[in-house]
């Protein structure tokens, strides 16, 4: 065991309050979480660390996923050492757990957590989605066979008074192709069950459940019907819906993507982070962008060609000023192609003509030295107009048709920008006002 690995790595960090935040570390491989408060500017910390198995992993490379609401702590991760048992643990408030079942959760690797509020009148209708990746049960081959799931939590949920005590009652997961937030709740709320069966020379362990779904229907979340036959928590829920919660935690229908298409599909690249967020050019059009982190270090998102993308970039000091460079020349402010300002560079109209690399350095002078920095790297790539038309998809291959000119309702027009993220190394250059 190395001294890097007895470090205590901060994983966790919650904000609770205006002036308190919640921290969890690996505390070489102890794990712990302690309280930090914000006083004049600096951060203390008060009270004791407290052991937290389970809510923080024992060391930085495992898995993890955690979230703060209403002054509940949601964390999935592993409950011991050798990361062989996963759990979702809510903790602080109506503690509750997942079960240690291969049915519920099967070597995962736990991706994110949120929250979505299904109704604000009532609280207990709210959902913590939680996503991940895991090793299927439903099917036995020679390899382990790795997929995407995602899972739902009812924040209202207390647990069941004998069967699933302290254990979540509303547990339950789909399996998750490329999509979005608005179609999970319908399969979680209307989609049929599966369970596990013995087939002889079969790959198959799970299929659909046909027999009869008991009453309230299991992960119901605060559902009107449930209110309507007495049932006002999970604590009230007889022991055959919970038994049967416990026993069929996995739906058989799969969460399909809008359109039954990919929004983005390239082979060959294995992505190992996304963000997405939304931008508005100087044409006051709205963007959906894609951050994805690849083992290369590149991030790609789409612009539309003939946009106007802006590409950010800040000095490291408030003494240094922003020198962008494009394929190794020097941009001038005066060019009217491009506008150059102290938060990035934007790029108008692009065409074809813009390709190439987009450079921006921090530029500085010490002592009559001057000093440049890259900070970052910027590849605009337009691309001619492609369409992917949903029907053609073969998503179990990842093999894609590209159809052009056909069904104009699945068009999407793409241009690349790639985002180089480099170590930052300090050279003295000479001052580039004398160049």
Not at 190 to 203: C, D, I, Q, T, Y
Not at 244 to 251: T, Y
Not at 319 to 348: C, D, P, Q
Not at 381 to 400: A, I, R, W
Request: aromatic share 12%.
């Amino acid at each position: 065991m190395t001294q890097a690995e007895c470090n205590n790595y901060i994983l966790i960090m919650h904000k609770i309050n205006a002036t308190n935040l919640y921290i969890c570390g690996t505390n070489a491989f102890h794990p712990a979480c302690r309280y930090m408060v914000i006083d004049n500017m600096k951060l203390k910390l008060y009270t004791r660390a407290t052991e937290s198995r389970g809510r923080c992993p024992y060391e930085p490379t495992l898995s993890y996923a955690s979230l703060m609401v209403d002054g509940a702590l949601y964390t999935a991760t592993s409950n011991n050492f050798l990361g062989t048992e996963p759990i979702i643990l809510r903790s602080f408030r109506n503690p509750l757990r997942t079960e240690y079942k291969a049915s519920w959760l099967n070597e995962p690797t736990f991706i994110h957590m949120e929250l979505i509020q299904e109704n604000e009148a009532v609280s207990d209708s709210d959902r913590i989605y939680v996503f991940f990746t895991e090793t299927a049960t439903e099917f036995e081959f020679y390899d382990k066979l790795r997929v995407s799931r995602v899972a739902q939590l009812c924040k209202g949920d207390l647990g069941g008074k004998r069967t699933l005590k302290k254990k979540w009652t509303s547990f339950l997961k789909s399996t998750l192709l490329c999509s979005i937030m608005e179609t999970i709740q319908d399969n979680f709320l209307k989609g049929s069950f599966k369970g596990p069966v013995a087939l002889e020379n079969s790959h198959m362990k799970w299929v659909m459940y046909r027999g009869d779904v008991p009453i309230p229907r299991p992960g119901a979340c605060a559902d009107v019907s449930a209110l309507h036959l007495g049932y006002t928590s999970s604590l009230d829920l007889p022991d055959k819906v919970l038994q049967f919660a416990r026993d069929h935690p996995l739906m058989d229908s799969i969460v399909n993507s809008v359109g039954l298409q990919p929004v983005f599909l390239k082979r060959g690249t294995k992505y190992t982070q996304l963000i997405i967020s939304q931008a508005t050019d100087l044409d006051n059009v709205t963007y959906d962008i894609f951050f994805l982190g690849t083992e290369k270090k590149i991030r790609r998102y789409p612009v539309t060609l003939g946009s106007s993308p802006h590409l950010n970039c800040e000095p490291l000091s408030n003494t240094a000023n922003l020198l962008w460079m494009f394929n190794k020349s020097r941009l001038l402010e005066e060019e009217a192609k491009y506008l150059i300002h102290t938060k990035g560079l934007v790029v108008f109209n692009v065409t074809v003509a813009d390709t190439g690399l987009y450079e921006c350095q921090s530029v500085e002078k010490v002592n009559g030295r001057t000093f440049r920095v890259t900070v970052d790297i910027y590849f605009l790539q337009p691309q001619p107009e492609k369409t992917f038309y949903g029907p053609k998809c073969d998503l179990s291959n990842q093999m894609c048709s590209e159809i052009a000119e056909s069904n104009p309702a699945f068009s999407i027009t793409k241009s690349w920008i790639s985002k180089v993220k480099f170590r930052r190394k300090f050279e003295e250059y000479p001052d580039p006002e004398k160049e």
